[in-house]
């Protein structure tokens, strides 16, 4: 599908029109290739069911601001027909006076529905839960059940699952497939094609981690949130996909040094853009000026032995790619809940070995590379270069294990202060390392070459 381009009015309604018939996955990526204005323009023209099913895609960027430019009786009649979740969505994002004049105009139901899910914590499973699911009590039949169905289909998130509740308590008795519903004989008691065991469910305070996990473990189309066992809605895979995408890649921003985008990247600001990056920037780059400190206080020894600063890049980034990939091991470890705060000490019984295997391996790379560059006359190191190969190979078996070992404590540490292991960025854990790298390489120096360079 070819992107839109700014058009007259009356080309952005012959455009619009013509989209009507394209998928409305195209038709979402294309809009969020135009300017806000395009859009807008774009999204007045196209008939009403097509916006519906617009707004309804997570993709869409900008929805909070596209939907308040729309006219007011436009957009509140938009957020009736939408599903809850997705309006719920789009009203968070919303700043006042626009929220409550979009919610003013919504029926007195869907308002306190709308508001219900707002209260709850975004990120939490009823903050992005639906309401449009289907629920019957447990003393329909089959048949009875599947004609209800059919009437209010259009007007639920998923029909593949249905929630079976006792109807005098309302509480939540069993849930079923779809599929154990149509294989059922009409006349059968609708418990008796559901499976004879407790549904899974989880709180309305359950984060989303721990919803993918739930959903993936027991193999789920979708998840009842459960308070005192009522039910409130369900959360489908595809509400958790959109929302894990949305963490993770808030997660790989913070691993790469800066701060999470809240906007796609071309659509970012110039300021924006250096207001998100230049903080982190700033902040690691002080830190990095303890590695200026650290060759300070051996300026003597490098005095005698300038020889040595020829492998303080090999030996720093050594530890930090070290560092750096156990940082990464680790949350990644932590995140699929592998691990817990309590397996710290079992990580790092397993990470000083592995950094002492890996330190040695490097260390009889930069041996090979001293003594081969000594033979073959690429470089003359001097009478004592044998001593030199010994500094380096040491040095990298000292920097490589406290690498290992601090990375893979770092994200611990951060975790059991209440902050995202995640933001135990790569480069951070690499400044980290610099600057104990570089007191570990001049510390061997002085104990091997004490007596001869120094």
Known sequence: MNDFSPVADD???????????????????????ESRETATDLLCAVPFERLVEIFDQPELDGAPELAEALPRAKASKLLTAMSVDRAADILRELDEPARSELLGALAPPLRATLLSILGYPEGSAASIMTTEFVSVPSDWTVGRTLDYIRKVERTRETVYAIYIVDPQTHLLVRSTGLRRLITGEPDDPILSVAPDRVPVTVTPLTDRETLAQTISKYDLLALPVVDHGKILGIVTIDDIIDTMIEETTEDVHRFGGMEALDEPYMKMSFLSMIKKRGGWLCALFISEMLTAN????????????IVLTLFIPLIMSSGGNSGSQATSLVIRALALREIGLRDWWRVALRELPTGLVLGAMLGVVGICRIALWQYMGFYDYGPHWSLIAATVGAALVGIVTFGSLSGSMLPFALKRVGFDPASASAPFVATLVDVTGLVIYFSVALVILRGTLL
């Open 294 to 305: 650290a060759m300070q206080s051996y300026e003597g020894e490098l005095e005698k032995a």
């Open 11 to 33: 080309e952005a309604v012959a455009i619009a029109r013509i989209l009507a018939n394209d998928h409305v996955a195209d038709v979402v990526e294309a809009l969020n290739h």
